[in-house]
């Protein structure tokens, strides 16, 4: 079904919203390094009509098979994914696709969405030691004790599908090939590629995996930096898989391309630190890692940074059924750079804020200028001298504009809340701005006040700053379950503020906080397991690392002793030596209860390996419940009733046994909620605890509302777009408007998503004879990301599939959407809108 445009920040304006041009709805926005939403930009790019399309065949049926039923149709398959999904790329225009997916041979057609590439690494001093952060974060994890043990994943393969490695680091081996650390792995599109951009989007592979974006490198060395800084498995050998250029976007089927060449590269473990956020289990990046996981391989990958835009909001490949979906949580301590200060005798951490120059040398004294809003009165002279600010209430780009017009030579911004900050939002600010902690801020604050103006001396090197939430759930962290309700994430690691190596050429070293940090943090910890024992499967793996997991406090309020919420922190933050060491597993490690009110009853598997006998009990601990809108999500403490059958047990060496566990959500909890808890099992031997997880949905779940926007769904006319950013403009539908299927303007209906729904249908109905076309179905969407995102479906997008298929006359459109999780044939489970009545001539 051409037509979609995907999704965007259409906030209403009297005439004018914005939109990026996708041909097809199955899109989704994201943050740095998680997927955004748009299929891959034209695979031809003379040819504005040619896109990548991702064919999902029938059992058995191959690129022959699809080849002898396709006759008379222009397209070209690009790449048969026979070894990790059943199906292919092909290159084809909108309305071919779509005459693909009628065939009998072809299950589903999926778009070839978009993933974001990160941010270039900026430059960073080079550390003159090792750096304790890193070190921190493999304390936090007990990576360190296995070193100890002499357990540092000698042997192991792990495949990082990234920006590529730069492999002349030190700490990572300083060479490329079979005598190296970085033994294998490719380039499969070149320095200049972007799938957003036209000019660049077909990729030039080559065989050298080197990396000019450096998130890739920052992502080996937590896996396995050995050297000024020690990752978690410093011996693993590393197989590079470069997915993204310098710049900007990839996209799925060059994803696939990867998992398929770590497959028969023989890579243990294979780590993506990427994804599509809001994103189902059966897209096909997801259900192609769930195959590696088939074959021997264990898959790690980021849950997701939209924590922001609340539940539902993981990535796949992560949300995938066998994937190792990993959330995250601050270190305790992040590297910054440093500035000294005299008056105070102590280096303190800074980070400059965007687009304004790098400080150089010594400030001005520092003069307190106050809040330095608009309205705001100036507390202090600050023309010539360095302006002091607190954050808040209006933008950096607002306080920095006043502080220069007063004649500020530089701009220093403290938080308003505990902990660093980063800033952006000034364009080409002619003096410097830098942004320092609350507890910093206030220091030099009182200082200024009483007339002893310090200044800040640049460069100091670099400094530990501690991090607000050290040790509890990052605040980018997204939320699960997956739209399914499958449970997610699985576990937690660090991932917040976590310094690791960059390319030599951008310092060789950097702080970064992301998911993209916690996960190789879990795929290091996995290459440990496999190094003690290569016997262990994928599925070991996950259950030893999840079932040792330790529980994160709630980041809202610690103090009230509650765990944050099973749905976003797994079984908790993994511990490489409880994982080594365990006896037993507790099976499945994450659990889906489902939904409605009543109690919900699953059984967990408890299996001994130990040589003597053990006896367990089993306890249970709730986590908080998260309550009302999902994208802006409330907390809720009430606890559910939790029984088991048995309550205790006895096992044998070797010998399994079953509990039943029955979870009676309470009373008091609002409907909506999505709640869950810790299960332990504790052998009252030893010791040892073994952790599952689960979650649920109270109320219905498919009463969740979909198109209840008050602005949308809505008409509204198409009226250009930027050449430069591809959004496009549009002005409000007016009633009994006419629209010329020739001249224009083109029609356009703005869809916002409330939730992820199973499919979405739109027929058009002419009001005059009654008669009614309808476009094949769009299945599994992600829901709008942003309380106003809204996607835009074009009318001649659509009639680019069915050129004749409306005439002259008056209609109306009609969306349909069936509800996750809905049954089709049940009327109740869909939501359908009806259009204003339009008129279509010549």
Known sequence: MPGFRAYSSLRSAPNRLAGRPTAILAAAIALPLLASGAPAAQANPDDESSQVWLLELAPGAGPSALDAVAEGLDYTVRHDFDRIWNGVSVEADPATAHRLGRLDVVEQVWSDIRFNGPARVSDQQAPEESQPELAQAIQTTRAADAHERGVTGEGVKVGIIDTGIDYTHPDLGGCFGSDCRVAYGTDFVGDDFNSDDPEHAEPVPDDDPADCGGHGTHVAGIVGADGKVTGVAPDVEFGAYRV?????????????????????????????????????????????????????????????????????????????????????TDNPKQRMDAAFVPALDRRIGYRSIDDTPEPEAATDPLVWLGRACADDASEGDVNGMAALIVRGTCTFKEKYARAVAEGATSVVIYNDRSGPF?????????????????????????????????????????????????????????????????????????????????????????????????????????????????????????????NSAKPVAWGENPDLGELEAAHRQGTGVINVIDALDAEACLHPTGVNTGD?????????????????????????????????????????AAEPKVTFEPKSLKLYPGESATVQVTVEPSADLPLGSVFGGRITARSTDDGESLTAAYSG??????????????????????VGQDPETHEFDYRDFEDGETFSLTEGPDLAALVFLGHQVAELTISAENTDTGETTEWEPEQ???????????????????????????????????????????????????????????????
């Open 422 to 546: 980063g800033g952006g939002g000034i364009e080409d600010g002619p003096v410097p701005a830098v942004g320092l902690t609350d507890a910093d801020g206030k220091d030099l604050h009182d200082l200024a006040t009483i007339g002893k103006n310090p200044v800040l001396e640049f460069p100091g090197g670099t400094v530990l700053v501690d991090l607000p939430r050290g040790g509890l759930a990052s605040s980018f962290t997204a939320y699960g379950p997956a739209p399914d309700l499958t449970f997610k994430p699985d576990l937690a690691a660090p991932g917040g503020g976590i310094w690791s190596t960059v390319p030599v050429a951008d310092g060789s070293y950097e702080s970064l906080s992301g998911t993209s940090m916690s996960s190789p943090h879990v795929a290091g910890a996995a290459a440990l397991l496999i190094g003690d024992d290569p016997r262990l499967e994928p599925r070991e793996i996950r259950t030893r690392l999840a």
């Open 596 to 636: 409605g009110t009543a109690p919900r009853t699953f059984e967990l598997t408890l299996t001994s390996r130990d040589r003597t006998t053990r006896a367990y009990a089993l306890t249970h601990r709730s986590t908080i419940a998260t309550t009302g809108d999902e994208r802006d999500p409330g907390f809720d």
């Open 244 to 328: 993204f250029g310098c710049d900007g976007s990839t996209s799925s089927e060059i994803i696939m391309q990867a998992l398929e060449a770590a497959l028969e590269d023989g890579m243990d473990v294979v780590n993506l630190s990427l994804g599509q956020s809001f994103q189902w289990p059966g897209y096909p990046t997801a259900v192609a890692a769930d195959k590696l996981t088939e074959e021997g391989v264990t898959v790690v990958a980021s849950m997701g940074n939209d924590g922001e835009a609340g539940v539902y909001s993981g990535s796949a490949p992560g949300v995938g059924e066998d994937v190792i979906a990993v959330a995250s």
């Open 697 to 718: 949905y109270q109320g219905d779940y498919l009463a969740i509302p979909v198109l209840d926007h008050p602005d949308y769904p809505k008409l509204a006319a198409v």
């Open 780 to 842: 599994y969407l992600q829901r709008s990301p942003g309380p106003d995102d809204a996607m835009g479906i074009h009318l001649q997008d659509l009639l680019a599939e069915h050129p004749n298929a409306l005439e002259p006359g008056h209609w109306t459109l009609h969306i349909k959407v069936l509800k996750a999780l809905g049954d089709e044939s049940n009327p109740a489970h869909w939501e359908h809108w009806q259009s204003p009545a339009f008129t279509l001539t010549e």
